[in-house]
């Protein structure tokens, strides 16, 4: 998640390309085509496998939106390769937000998440910017049991972190302005080719 939910972020990500020119947001970039997607999941999915010496005790936990879906992906991919498919969850993190009292709350999805206490959990999100969402799911986990070790993986970094938060496994790291808005497309859930933009103001703004 792009944290644009946040008061930090200028336009949350997976907003129509319209709703972004109408906001004066133009696509600076286009960072990933569907083939590179692809290609950064796969190695996403290798590397998981070869830190946890396999998949068997691991859980991949999206985080909605996109996270969900890629999450799914990872899991088809490890699949693929390892012949095991590892356990899937997913986790809304709505009401475990740091700026709950200042923006409406409001569920994505339900959070159905299986057992974790004792095994690696793995949180999976479309974009990393300021850390609040990881820290948000951290909150979330603590409901959930015990895991014996939690990692992150996200399908880009894009800088700009607030809290001590990185991720442990990362699509690609993208040097953004903070007024830059890096946008995640999945057929599953928006339609349309898989691909990553970059959109940024119309003025070229930097900060």
């Keep these: 998640m792009n944290d644009v939910n946040a008061p ?6 997976g907003t129509h390309h ?15 085509d569907a083939g590179t997607l692809r290609r950064s999941i796969t190695r996403i999915a290798h590397e998981i496998v070869e830190r946890n010496h396999g998949a068997n005790d691991v859980v991949l ?15 088809d991919a490890i699949e693929s390769f390892e012949g095991q498919r ?17 923006r409406a709350v409001a569920p994505v999805g339900p959070t159905e998440v299986p057992d974790i206490t004792g095994r690696t959990v793995v949180l999976v999100d479309d974009v990393l910017f300021t850390g609040r969402t990881a820290r948000a799911a951290l909150d979330a986990l603590k409901d959930l049991g015990r895991p014996r070790s939690v990692q992150f993986a996200v399908l880009v970094d894009r ?16 040097p953004t302005s903070a007024v830059e808005d890096v946008r995640v497309r999945l057929g599953e859930v928006d339609g349309g080719d898989d691909g990553v933009e970059l959109w940024g103001p119309a003025g070229g703004a930097q900060s």
């Design 8 to 13: 930090d972020g200028p336009i949350q990500t």
């Design 18 to 32: 319209a709703d972004a020119v109408e906001a004066g947001f133009v696509l600076r970039t286009r960072v990933f």
């Design 159 to 174: 800088g700009h972190r607030e809290l001590p938060i990185r991720a442990d496994y990362v699509g690609k790291n993208l």
């Design 86 to 102: 590892p356990a899937l969850g997913q986790l809304d993190i709505a009401f475990f937000r740091d700026d709950i009292g200042l």
């Design 61 to 75: 936990v999206g985080l909605y939106t996109r996270g969900v879906e890629l999450s799914v992906r990872i899991a």
